[in-house]
Nanobody, 116 residues
């Protein structure tokens, strides 16, 4: 089970940190990722991180502004979001990825709203 938190309302240029806590003892065996879905749009990939946190990948739209990290001792993955823009407004979901790279498990989502 994945529980996302940390969303909220922030002004453009501000920052938020999202957290996703996982239950169970297999967290460190999964690549983890963040996705987002804006109103009227399809869910899109934001960032992913390898099992040990060594490798990361980002969507071009967030590169240089967002940072994904994880703490396997706390079974938690984070998304630090800086220099937020109104177009970052979306529901953000964390996901545990299968070996093929597709989401295996989803968290419930947390709303991020960026005002201009």
């Amino acid at each position: 089970q994945l529980q996302a938190s940390g969303g909220g309302l922030v002004q453009a240029g501000g920052s938020l940190r999202l957290s996703c806590a996982a239950s169970g003892r297999t967290f460190s065996s999964y690549w983890m990722a963040w996705y987002r879905q804006a109103p009227g749009k399809e869910r899109e990939f934001v960032a992913s991180i390898s099992r040990a946190g060594i490798s990361t990948s980002y969507a071009d739209s967030v590169k240089g502004r967002f940072t994904i990290s994880r703490d396997n001792a706390k079974n938690t993955v984070y998304l630090q979001m800086n220099s937020l823009k109104p177009e970052d407004t979306a529901v953000y979901y964390c996901a545990a990825l299968s070996q093929s790279g597709s989401p295996d498990y989803w968290g419930q989502g947390t709303q991020v709203t960026v005002s201009s």
